[in-house]
């Protein structure tokens, strides 16, 4: 009997794990995939990894500018890509050494829960285990999705997790969307020497981390480094500041970029600011 079972070994699931331990209770992980999870494995870390990467090849590039002098510079990008994959691999084996000092007991299996207290889990080979316990963590994270289209749509497409294996610089990367993980791409991959063209609906880049951000820093950075930003305008956001069917829309900061109607205004009353 177990005091807890956490299912997933993410951010999330290992510090409640280990939190758990060091309190004195009996502890079990169970995970399906690499300990770590998204972030550690094909997120925060690897991508940290290439953003070093990019930021020392550049800052060689531009050194005589500093006036050191250091020859020609070349990317290795086999040698990048071994960068990031050992940078991955130490902090792996620093959780699982992490996770054994503390006491924790790691199933490598896939989870099911079918009964209150139970946690049942299926190993690669298709044998069962089932633990009981008095307290169940559910920290499985996320998976990357795939747009609602045809497959054969999507033959010159990947995913984030492609791009981190790439072995070679693209001559040109297409980038849809502008968040958080496009816009760490697209100044990896425009670094490494592809030309970036970036696609989003609303007009901002990051908009959910800082407005002032979104309005000046990553637009301008991406510009000075030869890539470029597209922006497919929708309906609404054409409608933006326009009296539509007597209503007329304004920009909501917290909408992404997307147009909402907030409240009518009298003909000829304030617009919505681009």
């Not at 280990?18 to 690499?34: D, F, P, R, S, W």
């Not at 991508?47 to 070349?74: M, R």
């Not at 994959?85 to 099911?112: F, H, I, P, Q």
């Not at 920290?139 to 749509?153: C, F, I, R």
Request: aromatic share 4%.
């Amino acid at each position: 009997m177990f005091d807890l079972v956490v299912i997933g070994s993410g951010p999330g699931g290992y510090v409640a794990a280990i939190k758990g331990a060091q309190l004195g209770g009996k502890v079990a992980v169970v995970e399906g995939n690499k300990l770590g999870g998204c972030c550690l494995n094909v997120g925060c870390i690897p991508t940290k990894a290439l953003v070093h990467a990019a930021t020392t090849y550049l800052s060689a590039k531009e050194a005589h500018k500093f006036g050191v002098e250091i020859g020609e510079v070349k990317l290795n990008l086999a040698g990048v890509m071994a960068h990031k994959s050992n940078t991955v691999k130490r902090l792996v084996d620093g959780l699982e050494m992490l996770l054994k000092g503390n006491g924790v007991t790691v199933y490598r299996g896939w989870a099911n829960v079918p009964a209150p207290g139970k946690v049942e889990v299926t190993y690669d080979d298709g044998s069962k285990e089932v633990l009981e316990t008095k307290n169940i963590v559910l920290a499985t994270g996320s998976t990357q999705q795939l747009p609602p289209v045809p497959k054969e749509s999507l033959a010159h497409a990947i995913s984030s997790d492609d791009a981190l294996e790439l072995d070679k610089v693209p001559e040109r990367m297409l980038i849809i969307g502008g968040g958080v993980i496009a816009a760490e791409f697209a100044c990896i991959w425009n670094a490494f020497g592809s030309k970036v063209d970036m696609v989003k609906r609303s007009p901002l880049i990051l908009p959910p981390v800082d407005e002032e951000i979104s309005h000046k820093r990553p637009f301008g950075h991406l510009r000075e480094r030869d890539a470029r930003r597209k922006r497919r305008e929708s309906p609404r956001s054409r409608d933006e500041g326009r009296r539509t069917e007597g209503v007329p829309r304004r920009c909501d900061p917290h909408s992404h970029g997307e147009s909402t109607v907030l409240r009518r205004y009298r003909p000829g009353g304030p617009r919505c600011r681009a």
